[in-house]
Nanobody
């Protein structure tokens, strides 16, 4: 069973930075692409960023491109989301997720963390 545990959320002012972490259990972490999603109150969950299993490829939602950076440390079984220039519209619960199929670009996710709250005040 895979467990994903997010941390690093909090309450910050607009323009501040936060770094989210997602620690994964299991010895096959490096075989899977990982992603971050977010869900704001009253809105559907949306894609934020993705990093390939090798770490060589990343993708971002247009709304965060240039401000957020996804990275991974396979030695620590952890994926990160560095968020700079935060805006009030970034307020949401942030979730990390693992793709279903190893060494692939399935874009389908089977394991999710419990989420961490990010609140950005204006």
């Amino acid at each position: 069973q895979v467990q994903l545990v997010e941390s690093g959320g909090g309450l910050v002012q607009a323009g501040a930075s936060l770094r989210l972490s997602c620690a994964a259990s299991g010895r096959t972490f490096s075989n899977y692409a990982m992603a971050w999603f977010r869900q704001a109150p009253g809105k559907e969950r949306e894609f934020v960023a993705r990093i390939s299993w090798s770490g060589s490829s990343t993708n971002y939602a247009d709304s965060v491109k240039g401000r957020f950076t996804i990275s991974r440390d396979s030695a620590k079984n952890t994926v990160y989301l560095q968020m700079n220039g935060l805006k009030p519209e970034d307020t949401a619960v942030y979730y990390c997720a693992r793709e279903q199929i190893p060494w692939s670009d399935s874009m389908k996710y089977d394991y999710w963390g419990q989420g961490t709250q990010v609140t950005v005040s204006s």
